[in-house]
């Protein structure tokens, strides 16, 4: 079974442009999470979505939207890139995202803005 | 914001030997998952441990939860140079919807092994 897959692996961008990010999850897992990795703040929850619809959300600005497509692949999208958006963004892919399921990470995206 | 906190920050050990990383929570959790990652790539993960679960064996792998101190440890036994990285808990919290897909992640402990 293929696991989690992040496009792109990296990316550069310049302040004040947008950047989409693309998360394929586990076969047969609908649930899909975003995080974001930095050096000072760790591993912080933007938000997760199920079967296109958008449950939970995290403490960050409205320039980070994501969606959900029908076949459980999501996208992130961040706009107006600011040099604090330097991250690693990481997508999780469970079966449910209920309270007992595993979670499990892809790569991620390492965005780099100049 | 982060919940936990791990314990130490950074270990570091001989091949063969043991090593154990604490975290400590702050909420009521529903499981609690170890996760490792090499030099800032994905997140591997290790193993689950439910909320009414004391303690999990996977491989070299212990992991103990007692909840009534809001604390885990993880122990890989018998460390190969390969068991060097980032190893990170992170927990569900038990609140209902809000905690939908949110793993709530402690700061990490830094494991190397030397050959």
């Known amino acids: 079974k293929a696991g989690v897959t992040q496009t792109p692996r990296y990316l550069i961008k310049t302040r004040g442009q947008q950047v989409t990010l693309s998360c394929s999850p586990i076969s047969g897992h609908r649930s899909v999470s975003w995080y974001q990795q930095t050096p000072g703040q760790g591993l912080q929850f933007l938000f997760e979505?199920?079967?296109?619809?958008?449950?939970n959300k995290g403490n960050f600005p409205g320039r980070f939207s994501g969606r959900q497509f029908s076949n459980s692949r999501s996208e992130m999208n961040v706009s107006t890139l600011e040099l604090g958006d330097s991250a690693l963004y990481l997508c999780?892919?469970?079966?449910?995202?209920?309270?007992?399921?595993?979670?499990?990470f892809g790569q991620g995206t390492r965005l780099t803005v100049v | 914001s982060q919940q936990g906190e791990e314990d130490p920050q950074a270990l570091s050990i001989q091949e063969g030997e043991n090593a154990t990383m604490n975290c400590s929570y702050k909420t009521s959790i529903n499981n609690l998952q170890w996760y490792r990652q090499n030099s800032g790539r994905g997140l591997v993960h290790l193993i689950l441990?439910?909320?009414?679960?004391r303690e999990k064996h996977s491989g070299r792998l212990r992991v103990t939860l007692d909840t009534s101190k809001k604390s885990s440890s993880l122990l890989i036994t018998a460390s190969r140079a390969a068991d060097t990285a980032s190893y990170f808990c992170a927990t569900t919290a038990n609140a209902g919807g809000t905690s939908y897909g949110k793993l709530t992640f402690g700061q990490g402990t830094i494991l190397t092994v030397h050959p």
């Open positions: 979505y199920f079967s296109e619809t958008q449950r």
């Open positions: 441990i439910r909320s009414n679960e």
């Open positions: 999780a892919s469970s079966l449910a995202g209920s309270q007992n399921t595993e979670a499990f």
